[in-house]
DNA sequence: CATATATTGACAAGATATTGTCATATTGAC
DNA sequence: GTCAATATGACAATATCTTGTCAATATATG
């Protein structure tokens, strides 16, 4: 019988595979998991935005993002542009070389995804996809979660 | 429709917003979700394990472990045992306040996992679990993951 | 307008984890 | 028994992320 802990421990180590397995998959694209991630929600966000409100969009810490952010910067694969509504809280946009890798990675993503999904029905990936998302809601819900630092705000655009 | 791609991000964030929850339910135990899990790995073993055992348990890396193990045994709950089976790799157990304090954690777990299931029918604990355990399984073949470092070894008992 | 409150990025400190290297210890092939 | 291969813990370097603090900037309330 299968407990809830079973799932939390499955949660873990899951995590650390896929975060493995995105390692590798951008690795000669000179990506990792964690600069996919923040490229990613630049590359998909509908307008330029400031790192604080990307770092809301990903669920993490804003420092996490912003050493990330500027690291990507300085291999030019993000740039900041002057915001109108904040003269510190730049927006952070993809550069013509970072929309290039981008998008490359998701080419890549793309065919991966296919293969990792493959032996499951859609069925059984959109349960498991609603027993996760009510965890977590659970879980922010009671513990107040998510924000990580400072309070929840939306977008402006 | 929900794809793939949304699974493995909505992954990510239940990991993160389960050590935060972790962390919550055991601060006033002097743990953290990592001191947890390691404290976990060994108090559930059948027997005294050498702290590389006890990381390919957990999946994790030899060092992440130690470094935990190191900490609990300065802080006592933790000790090193002599091995006979090998010098060096001295056997890791709980002390009685190691003991004392992992029956803690645990009897605080027991509620707060029901208390996060209860909305949900054990058959999709179950599902859920299947699912994420076949992308796990499917990751770790494809990239030969898991140990992270150093090779394969079963118990030795 | 004035002022309390929020947000933002910078900076620093620390927690968690991986990776590489090394010397030592163990195991296995022969 | 010898010797190559492997496992182990120590040590160091690095990646990722969180938390706290701060000054500057916005925002909101009066």
């Known amino acids: 019988?299968?407990?809830?802990?079973?799932?939390?421990?499955?949660?873990?180590?899951?995590?650390?595979?896929?975060?493995?397995a995105g390692?590798?998959?951008?690795?000669?694209?000179?990506l990792t998991s964690a600069r996919w991630q923040v490229l990613g929600a630049i590359g998909m966000a509908s307008s330029a935005l400031p790192v604080a409100h990307i770092a809301r969009n990903m669920g993490v810490s804003r420092?996490?993002?912003?050493?990330i952010?500027?690291?990507l910067e300085t291999?030019?694969?993000?740039?900041?542009?002057?915001?109108?509504?904040?003269?510190?809280?730049?927006?952070?946009?993809?550069?013509?070389?970072?929309?290039?890798?981008?998008?490359?990675?998701?080419?890549?993503?793309?065919?991966?995804?296919d293969?990792?999904?493959?032996?499951?029905?859609?069925?059984?990936?959109?349960l498991a996809f609603r027993v996760l998302k009510a965890l977590r809601s659970k879980l922010e819900f009671r513990y107040n979660l998510q924000p990580k630092e400072s309070s929840n705000?939306?977008?402006f655009a």
Chains 1, 2 share one sequence.
Not at 76 to 100: D, E, I
């Open 1 to 20: 019988m299968t407990s809830i802990t079973d799932l939390i421990l499955e949660t873990f180590r899951l995590n650390g595979d896929l975060l493995s």
């Open 153 to 155: 705000v939306e977008e």
């Open 63 to 67: 420092q996490a993002v912003q050493r």
């Open 115 to 126: 293969w990792l999904s493959n032996d499951l029905s859609s069925e059984d990936i959109e």
């Open 69 to 71: 952010v500027n690291e």
């Open 23 to 30: 390692d590798e998959l951008v690795a000669d694209l000179d």
């Open 75 to 113: 291999r030019h694969l993000l740039q900041f542009m002057p915001n109108p509504h904040h003269q510190r809280a730049k927006l952070v946009s993809l550069t013509k070389k970072g929309r290039v890798v981008f998008d490359a990675a998701m080419e890549r993503q793309r065919p991966w995804a």
